[in-house]
């Protein structure tokens, strides 16, 4: 398989990307890592008379630890780099092993977090983490930055809400307290290496009050499941606050399993999808909350 | 003085060339001023071509031939010659290449594929096996009686005109009904198994180069070089003396790579016309998974009868196979994977009916296995519900019905060298058969196990040369392919032991039609047997010239020599130890050359099988045995299975290299295990949905359960050192063991490859909704 | 900006620097065996999902048919042809041939390098760290045992000897 030829730019900074953008139109495309568009230009399943990267764009990689405690991590950043770096496996291990989940070795250490955000793939594995970490977005465009969480950047199959201008700068995850429990489940019943037909992510706080235990707060992401990665916030609002129990936690499962709105493809149809995330939440919602 | 090659685990003699990469395939040849060659498919599945212009791509900047079928209106086919090079008035699946250009760059070649415009009417299609059959059924060939055919010794091939059927394989022994009716077990269920793909890494490739005197040379990526040279003569319409083939490594061929298929043709016929100029043509990955042939979609009604004391009375099978559009090698298949279809038993009555049908689906090809993995999944799964409406052990009544030396096989053969009972010994053994596990929590364990029988090719044969060169080392010249399964290495081990000669003393060339004598094919599991039996009479032959060559310069007599080490000695004299390379200078005054040569073919053994009855007392030189077992741990919530271990039992006759045998039994029963939990081309109406490694999956590293790997040696008297074929037992008997490892953790079976979580999931939902657990 | 403008780019191939004109288009895999002549490292799909083409960039995996030759100007490229040298095979390729990991060997040169890209990183990896790592090569032909056992002996002999090819 070859690719059409194209013209190739590499970027200075990021306002450089957005101008090209804006002034070619459909032209011309954006190439970070190139583990998703590389394939689609070779299948023809999109074209580009130009290329502009922002590879090279000193600062899109940085991983780093801002005053306010928040985590930045650059949307050039590969998957490899952040599922080792020693600030996110402090701040935020999900992240670190969400992102150490994605496709294998040598596809991790060539794609972008940023990348794959902007992807809108159903099945992506940090989506949901994010989701979870209560992340959000900075995107520059012509008009300016902007800043969205994470579960809104997402519009429909493989669709994101941003334009055709737009570029992702950032991703920001808030600084958040120590305690937290998490977990990431990336089920993958078809094959071992496959992309995730549930990807279950959780991050939970829980307290002691009295005899019982009490989730203080909890965010659940999911991809693979619905058309795009999705924040199960009907499953949160059963739990929030709630006494942890079986009982609450089957509860929250069947909630989840009917907000979830599943897709249906070669790997499963939209019922299994439904049925497996029925089974999957109580399971990981009771590990994550230590429900006997 | 040096122990015997033969039983021992050499390392490969291709292993460094493949460590460093400078191992050269088929896609590594190039040539200055190649042209790149590419194809246009046409994405519908039953169409007529209306319209096809290609004036746009012809004028496009580098583009030096292109070709459609008005160009090249030739038809071709192992059996039926039914398949166009291109596709003429319609098209019949929907990877048919409708057009092929040769240009001086790939984008060139791109761009002219791009400019070629095709307008089809399409045209209802037949996509179901048994609707094809029906009288109103969509036809893929008006009239498949019309096209030439070649003969097959053994095999009636006449499809009728005005129907879909190519071909009807039929075996009858003793009185099924009678046995059904006095049973007092009767079981009938129907499986079906998907299209899947080949995957060699190695895309199919050619080069072909014809010179001003019109000769062709085509370095093929090929498992079979001389049958290639043989009709690339008669397709471009000269003499075979006109053609030469050169292979090299080939980056896995597991029955793909065989004949003309779609590429190989394309490739002479666009060097043809454009003189003096190498054209090189690759398929892509895409190509692979759309245009290359499948695995032929099975669906088996199978019915066994048995009495209590688990004595199996008589097995009924009607298979029907989707032989997508062009006949291929499946008449072949059908027969030779049907009388097998009823497994390795004693079998008093037995029916069989395999019904090949022509579709407007992907073309099926022969593939490792050869059709037993499909019967397999069906027939070695009923057994193990036999054994449970008897309340007997699986492998208890298979023990009792295994067949035995000296039982007469359903085509009427005396059968010997019969290995079933070991291989079914081994493989339970080694999974610790009888000792299950403990349900824990949502999880259930569970054991099954399958065995098989599989004939080879018969008949077939393979001719080979020795060339001991005047420094004493042998150049083996063999057409036999390597293309993974360590034919070289295993040839190398049989020539050096013959000659008393180290291993590096002892080289495996070229593989080129010009040099290398006729081989049928590196395929069947039948290289080591009918190539090694050439390659062991080659050696022999050189061994008995030098011998009167040394007894002349040494005068003494023959019987007085003997071979050690590389060296010619009397007996009772070690210290004159004499090189082969001195006795040659003093035998000729001058460097010298000694050529064997050596054949084996079995024409004469075989007794064609009768197209009404099945009946054969000998249909194949050899049959391979195999056994295989599976443990299973499954989540009943999500049907999800983990295959925890797999032990599979082959028989090799006699383990040449054992290391050797070990890498293709675990290597088959790789592919079995794809075959069984993952592998499924998918096609809605003849159009493929997953044509790419994303949602085509295959085993990787991390599906590997804990492989116990058993050698059975149960000596052929025919083979060389008793040696058979190994390299397809073990992923025909993977489905069915899993499937019945499933059966035994859960009650339940599944009907329909590959067992996915989901499948599970829904059988298990529906056996509680019924009130079974 | 026209397209098919020639770069010039300069890259460091198993260390000889190779100045080289290349289109945008062309991909690091397509350089090393059309422009170069170098053809151990070769295409099994095209779209990053064999492994086949593995190389290794500046100290990390990558694959050669995903990777823009342009976007790697000035990069360190290793490739299946840089491990052995006047002193022999890397031990990665020794255990390979040792323990019988190749069968057609087309994965071969993918699998190695994206072993050494392990043992680099990981010089003592447990069996999940081994299996989990080379889950992105394909092998067809089932060796997957063999290349495991190979990649632990490689790990022994590595350390063993203390070295870092």
Redesign the interface.
């Given at each position: 398989m070859i690719l059409a030829p194209f013209d190739y730019v590499e970027c200075a900074d990021v306002e450089e990307a957005v101008s090209l953008l804006h002034d070619a139109g459909d032209r011309v495309r954006l190439i970070a890592g190139g583990t998703a568009l590389v394939p689609l230009l070779k299948h023809r399943m999109a074209s580009a008379e130009v290329l502009v990267s922002v590879s090279r764009i000193p600062g899109l990689r940085r991983i780093e630890v801002g005053p306010d405690g928040a985590l930045h991590v650059g949307s050039t950043a590969t998957h490899r780099a952040v599922s080792r770096a020693a600030a996110i496996r402090e701040h935020s291990p999900l992240l670190a092993e969400a992102c150490g989940r994605v496709a294998s070795p040598t596809i991790r250490a060539m794609g972008t977090l940023g990348g794959n955000l902007c992807y809108g793939e159903s099945a992506s594995d940090p989506s949901p983490a994010l989701i979870a970490l209560g992340a959000e977005v900075v995107v520059l465009g012509p008009q300016g930055r902007r800043r969205m969480a994470v579960e809104d950047l997402f519009a429909g199959f493989y669709e994101t809400v941003l334009t055709a201008d737009e570029v992702l700068e950032d991703i920001i995850v808030p600084a958040e307290s120590r305690r937290r429990r998490w977990r990431y489940l990336k089920w993958t019943p078809r094959a071992q290496e496959d992309k995730a037909l549930v990807g279950l992510a959780v991050v939970a706080e829980t307290a002691r009050q009295g005899r019982s235990m009490v989730c203080q707060s909890i965010r659940i992401g999911l991809g693979g499941v619905d058309p795009f990665p999705v924040r199960l916030r009907g499953a949160e609002r059963v739990l929030a606050g709630a006494e942890i129990s079986q009982d609450v936690v089957a509860r929250a499962a069947e909630t989840a399993a009917d907000e979830v709105k599943p897709f249906e493809d070669l790997q499963a149809s939209a019922d299994y999808r439904r049925e497996m995330v029925r089974v999957w939440a109580r399971r990981i919602l009771s590990e994550v909350l230590e429900v006997a | 003085m040096a122990s015997s090659l033969i039983g021992r685990?050499v390392?490969?003699v291709?292993?460094?060339?493949?460590?460093?990469?400078?191992?050269?395939?088929g896609?590594?040849v190039?040539f200055p001023g190649m042209l790149h060659a590419k194809v246009l498919r046409c994405g519908v599945p039953h169409a007529r071509i209306v319209r096809l212009d290609t004036s746009k791509a012809r004028g496009l900047r580098g583009v030096r031939v292109v070709l459609t079928g008005e160009d090249v209106p030739i038809r071709h086919g192992p059996i039926i010659k039914d398949r166009p090079v291109l596709a003429l008035d319609k098209v019949r699946y929907a990877g048919e290449l409708v057009a092929a250009v040769a240009a001086d760059d790939?984008?060139a070649a791109?761009a002219a594929i791009d400019a070629i415009e095709v307008d089809y009417e399409e045209l209802p299609g037949a996509f179901d096996m048994e609707a094809a059959l029906r009288p109103d059924a969509p036809l893929v060939h008006d009239d498949a009686s019309a096209y030439d055919r070649v003969e097959v010794p053994g095999l009636r091939v006449a499809p009728a005109a005005g129907s879909n059927l190519c071909y009807h394989f039929k075996l009858r022994k003793g009185n099924v009904d009678a046995a059904f009716s006095r049973a007092d077990v009767v079981v009938e269920d129907t499986f079906t198994t998907p299209k899947i793909q080949?995957?060699?890494?190695?895309?199919q490739v050619a080069v072909a180069q014809v010179d001003p005197t019109g000769q062709i040379t085509v370095w093929a990526s090929t498992m079979s070089p001389h049958l290639l040279r043989n009709m690339i003569a008669e397709l471009a319409g000269v003499p075979a003396a006109k053609v030469r083939v050169i292979t090299l490594?080939?980056?896995?061929?597991?029955g793909s790579k065989v004949y003309l298929g779609a590429l190989n043709p394309l490739a002479v016929l666009l060097a043809m016309r454009a003189p003096n100029r190498a054209v090189r043509l690759a398929f892509?990955?895409?190509d692979e998974f759309l245009t290359n042939d499948v695995r032929l979609p099975t669906r088996t009604i199978i019915k066994t009868a048995a009495m209590r004391d688990g004595t199996l009375l008589a097995r009924k099978a009607t298979t029907f196979w989707d032989k997508g559009p062009y006949a291929l090698l499946g008449p072949v298949i059908v027969r030779n994977a049907g009388y097998c279809s009823l497994g390795p038993y004693r079998l008093p009555n037995a029916w069989i009916d395999g019904y090949l049908v022509y579709t407007n689906n992907q073309s099926g090809g022969g593939f490792r296995g050869l059709g037993v993995p499909q019967v397999a999944w069906a027939g070695e799964q009923q057994i193990d519900r036999v054994a449970r409406e008897l309340n007997i052990d699986p492998l208890e009544l298979r023990l009792r019905n295994a067949l035995r030396d000296g039982d007469v096989s359903i085509t009427g053969e005396t059968v010997h060298a019969v290995s079933v009972r070991q291989c079914l010994e081994q493989a339970a053994q080694a999974i610790d058969w009888g000792k299950n596990r403990d349900a824990e929590g949502p999880h259930r364990y569970g054991k099954g196990i399958a065995c098989i029988i599989k004939s080879t090719l018969t008949p077939s044969a393979s001719f080979s040369t020795a060339k001991l060169n005047s420094d004493g080392s042998v150049d083996i010249l063999t057409s036999a392919i390597e293309?993974?399964?360590?034919a070289h290495t295993v040839l190398s081990q049989i020539v050096a032991d013959e000659l008393s000669l180290p291993l590096d003393r002892v080289r495996v060339i070229v593989q080129d039609t010009s040099v290398t004598p006729f081989d049928r094919s590196s395929t069947s599991s039948r290289t080591t047997f009918h190539m090694g039996n050439a390659l062991k009479e080659a050696a022999l032959d050189v061994r008995h010239q030098l011998a009167k060559l040394a007894a002349d310069v040494l005068e003494v007599h023959v019987d007085d020599l003997e071979f050690v080490d590389g060296t010619i000695r009397v007996r009772g004299v070690p210290q004159h130890a004499y090189r082969y390379a001195d006795i040659l200078t003093r035998a000729f005054g001058s460097p010298a050359t000694i050529v064997g040569q050596g054949a084996c073919f079995t024409k004469p053994i075989y007794d064609p099988m009768d197209p009404d009855t099945g009946q054969s007392k000998r249909p194949s030189v050899y049959f391979m045995y195999g056994a295989q077992a599976a443990e299973v741990r499954v989540d009943v919530?999500?049907?999800?299975y983990r295959v925890t271990r797999l032990a599979s039992a082959v028989d090799a006759g006699k383990a040449i290299n054992p290391?050797?045998c070990?890498?293709?039994i675990?290597?088959?029963?790789?592919?079995g295990l794809g075959f069984a939990?993952?592998e499924e081309l998918?096609s809605v109406d003849g159009r493929t949905?997953?044509p790419?490694?994303?949602?085509y999956?295959?085993?990787?590293?991390?599906?590997?359960p804990e492989?116990l790997n058993r050698i059975v040696e149960v000596p052929h008297p025919e083979g060389p050192y008793g040696a058979k074929g190994i390299g397809e037992s073990s992923i025909a008997t993977t489905a069915a063991a899993v499937g019945n490892a499933l059966y035994a953790a859960l009650g339940i079976q599944v009907h329909d490859l590959p067992i996915?979580?989901?499948r599970v999931?829904r059988a298990i939902r529906s056996a509680a909704g019924r009130g079974r657990s | 900006m026209k397209p098919n403008l020639k770069c010039e780019v300069t890259l460091n191939i198993n260390g000889n620097i190779h100045e080289l004109a290349l289109e945008p288009h062309w991909t690091l895999l397509r350089v090393l065996r059309d422009e170069l002549g170098m053809i151990g490292t070769r295409e099994g799909c095209g779209e990053g999902s064999c492994g086949t083409c593995t190389v290794v960039v500046d100290g990390e995996p990558a694959r050669a048919c995903l990777v823009l030759a342009v976007r790697v100007n000035g990069s360190d490229v290793l490739t299946i042809e840089g491990l052995s040298g006047p002193d022999g095979l890397h031990a990665v390729q020794q255990a390979f041939v040792d323990h019988g990991a190749s069968q057609c060997g087309f994965c071969t040169p993918g699998m190695i390098m994206s072993a050494k890209a392990l043992l680099d990183e990981n010089p003592q990896p447990a069996d999940d760290d081994i299996k989990e790592f080379m889950s992105g090569n394909l092998c067809r032909c089932g060796s997957y045992s063999m290349i495991f056992q190979a990649i632990r002996t490689a790990s022994e002999r590595l350390r063993a000897t203390g070295e870092r090819r």
């Open positions: - | 685990s390392v490969r291709d292993a460094v060339g493949k460590a460093t990469g400078s191992a050269a395939y896609v590594d190039t790939e984008e791109q080949y995957c060699h890494l190695e895309p490594m080939v980056g896995g061929g597991y892509d990955r895409e293309h993974g399964q360590g919530e999500t049907g999800h290391s050797n070990v890498q293709q675990e290597g088959a029963a790789v592919m939990t993952m998918v949905l997953n790419t490694f994303l949602d999956k295959i085993p990787t590293s991390l599906d590997m492989m996915r979580a989901e999931f | -």
